[in-house]
T-cell receptor
Framework: AQSVTQLDSHVSVSEGTPVLLRCNYS??????LFWYVQHPNKGLQLLLK??????LVKGINGFEAEFKKSETSFHLTKPSAHMSDAAEYFC?????????????FGAGTRLAVHP | DGGITQSPKYLFRKEGQNVTLSCEQN?????MYWYRQDPGQGLRLIYY???????QKGDIAEGYSVSREKKESFPLTVTSAQKNPTAFYLC?????????????FGPGTRLTVT
């Protein structure tokens, strides 16, 4: 079965410093992976996706993630945090075994950015 | 503007009443989904529909019902049988076709039942 584990429920950084949000996945086959962001009381927005092409995936707003099969990880990074990055971030793995486009969500990481 | 709309943004109901949440999309997507979000948890799938006039239960369908009479619309009814209905409800849509597609989300409806 597919699953994702987000290793930190809360991450706090200072503005201008790097961001690292960690995600490990479990999959019985080569997975497709996503990172979504959710600002308070809003819907989810896709940041980036990995679908077995390049292992380093660039997304919107300066975020990127690297797929590492040997470590079963898909960590999200950004070189320099901005105040507007404060939000909840979800690591997501796809599961087509049920015959439809199912997404399995991690529990989320809340990112706080301090001045 | 293409996207997904959900209405209302906030909804308050008394216990024992059914309530229907609206979801409309103009992305021409075949598939639509309803999720429930509780604090500190990821999203959990309630129902999904891959095509008009067809829908399937997700992981937590008890106490909910849906219909899919039009491609653009996928309303969710929270019935009085749902034991803990207070939550944030998100609707999504995607293409279909045997490979992985990202899902696009609406802004959500926050339901409070007292």
């Amino acid at each position: 079965a597919q699953s994702v584990t987000q290793l930190d429920s809360h991450v706090s950084v200072s503005e201008g410093t790097p961001v690292l949000l960690r995600c490990n996945y479990s999959s019985s086959y080569s997975p497709s992976l996503f990172w979504y962001v959710q600002h308070p009381n809003k819907g989810l927005q896709l940041l980036l996706k990995y679908t077995s092409a390049a292992t380093l995936v660039k997304g919107i707003n300066g975020f990127e993630a690297e797929f590492k099969k040997s470590e079963t990880s898909f960590h999200l990074t950004k070189p320099s945090a901005h105040m507007s990055d404060a939000a909840e971030y979800f690591c997501v793995v796809s599961d087509l075994s049920g015959g439809y486009n199912k997404l399995i969500f991690g529990a989320g990481t809340r990112l706080a950015v301090h001045p | 503007d293409g996207g997904i709309t959900q209405s209302p943004k906030y909804l308050f109901r008394k216990e024992g009443q059914n309530v229907t949440l609206s979801c409309e999309q103009n992305l021409n997507h075949d598939a639509m989904y309803w999720y429930r979000q509780d604090p500190g948890q990821g999203l959990r799938l309630i129902y999904y529909s891959q095509i008009v006039n067809d829908f399937q239960k997700g992981d937590i369908a008890e106490g909910y019902s849906v219909s899919r009479e039009k491609k653009e619309s996928f309303p969710l009814t929270v019935t009085s049988a749902q034991k803990n209905p207070t939550a944030f409800y998100l609707c999504a849509s995607s293409n279909t076709g045997g490979r992985v597609y990202e899902q696009y989300f609406g802004p959500g409806t926050r339901l409070t039942v007292t």
